[in-house]
């Protein structure tokens, strides 16, 4: 199995450059993902994998599905008067066809990329760009 699949890089922002565009593109992607996505700001988004929901708004921050305790009514088992974030991902995955996306797995949560601009580890490649297109499967009649 190839290593780089599962792990990131392992440094953060360290020129003052970085650290100063870091600033920047935070700031746009709290005003922006916060609100509308929930971002949890770790740094490694999957929010194009995890139909448009953070998956770090689990109360385990679990990136590759659920726990195995949510209820059979799709409650999640830490706030019961809650719907499983994994639940909502897949019923809002088949909704807009992104469900095979969902099929692969996730790579171990970097913690040295907390709180860093998740747009700027993709330019300096230290994360995965967003899957923006998926393609469909035609159905055969």
């Known amino acids: 199995m190839n290593r780089n699949r599962l792990f990131t890089h392992d440094r953060g922002p360290r020129k003052f450059w970085e650290r100063a565009l870091s600033f920047v593109m935070l700031t746009g992607e709290n005003c922006f993902k916060v609100p509308v996505f929930g971002c949890q700001r770790c740094g490694e ?6 139909a448009f929901i953070c998956c770090q708004r689990c109360p385990k921050r679990l990136r590759n599905g659920p726990c195995g305790g949510t209820r059979d009514n ?18 809002r995955a088949r909704f ?13 949560h970097n913690w040295k990329l907390e709180k860093t601009s998740a747009w700027l580890n993709v330019f300096t490649r230290r994360i995965p760009p967003p899957t923006l297109f998926v393609k469909r499967r035609r159905h055969e009649s």
């Open 96 to 108: 807009l066809g992104r469900n095979t996306l969902l099929n692969s797995t996730e790579r171990i």
């Open 74 to 91: 799709g409650h999640c088992e830490v706030f019961p008067e809650r719907f499983c974030v994994w639940y909502r991902i897949h019923r």
């Open 45 to 50: 988004c999957l929010l194009s994998h995890t």
